[in-house]
């Protein structure tokens, strides 16, 4: 068997792996109630139940603000990631100051530190602000820059860019900022979706900062509805499956729908120079 024979059968094996289990969970939520760990797939064929996705919705309790209040803390997230995380990647990118290098390398072993390490002495920061039980203390960390992993891809990618492209802007008058929007952010694009991407899933997917910080009804998100069918005594296996499958479908649905961007912008952060 040729390699690239054997290169397709492995990845064909990896997907599937990864495919297996949602597979399951989509099977087990179109089961009847009360059938799902024991039915088998060939029973779908005598109808899929769609009416499991209507009653996860309604225990889950108020779907539509679930789903606002989850978007509202998402976008917002996803836009200071971006603004924050790439003019401190062009910084370290591009612009030339003492300390540079080593800042760079302070910032990089942030990475080494658990965010349950910082959870006390950040909750204790909110609090004394006033601001717990509000969503400003899951978008706020986002807004000032705190993940350092996107940084080090912001500047890896300005790296790869050209000089001759800062260097024009500066004979033409442009200063930092105006090269950092108009020239950098316009041509990082697969980067802006490779960060937005991967902000958009931890956000979307986040189950620790809810948890601490938020306590009003009005105020939850998804992942603390989806948490609440565990605390139910009487929750139908099907209806957990098909609230999962609820909450998992924007994911899904924003990675394949820029798949080659997030790609492109993976490839070109690897690189090296």
């Not at 694009?189 to 009003?216: C, E, H, K, Q």
Request: with cysteine; hydrophobic share 55%.
């Amino acid at each position: 068997m040729s390699a690239r024979l054997w290169k397709a059968a492995t990845m064909l094996l990896v997907g599937a792996a990864f495919c297996v289990p949602f597979a399951y969970m989509l099977e087990v939520s179109l089961q009847a109630e009360g059938r799902g760990l024991s039915a088998s797939a060939a029973e779908l064929r005598e109808g899929l139940h769609l009416e499991n996705y209507v009653a996860a919705a309604r225990k889950m309790g108020g779907l539509p603000q679930l789903v606002r209040n989850t978007l509202l803390v998402t976008v917002l997230s996803i836009a200071g990631q971006l603004l924050t995380c790439s003019l401190s990647g062009y910084v370290f990118a591009r612009v030339r100051f003492r300390g540079r290098d080593g800042l760079f390398l302070c910032v990089l072993a942030t990475l080494l530190l658990p965010e349950q390490v910082s959870a006390i002495p950040r909750f204790l920061l909110f609090r004394a602000l006033g601001l717990v039980d509000t969503f400003w203390p899951l978008i706020l960390p986002t807004v000032l820059g705190g993940a350092p992993l996107f940084i080090f891809l912001f500047r890896q990618y300005f790296l790869a860019l050209p000089d001759e492209l800062s260097e024009a802007a500066r004979i033409d008058g442009a200063s930092h900022l105006r090269i950092w929007w108009s020239v950098m952010l316009p041509l990082s694009r697969p980067m802006l979706v490779t960060v937005g991407i991967f902000t958009f899933l931890a956000t979307w997917n986040d189950f620790w900062a809810p948890l601490i910080y938020l306590y009003s009804p009005e105020k939850r998100t998804l992942t603390l509805a989806l948490a609440g069918f565990n605390r139910s005594y009487d929750t139908a296996v099907e209806h957990m499956m098909a609230a999962s499958a609820i909450v998992l479908l924007p994911c899904v649905v924003v990675y394949f729908a820029a798949q080659k961007l997030f790609l492109r912008g993976v490839e070109v952060a690897a690189s090296k120079r």
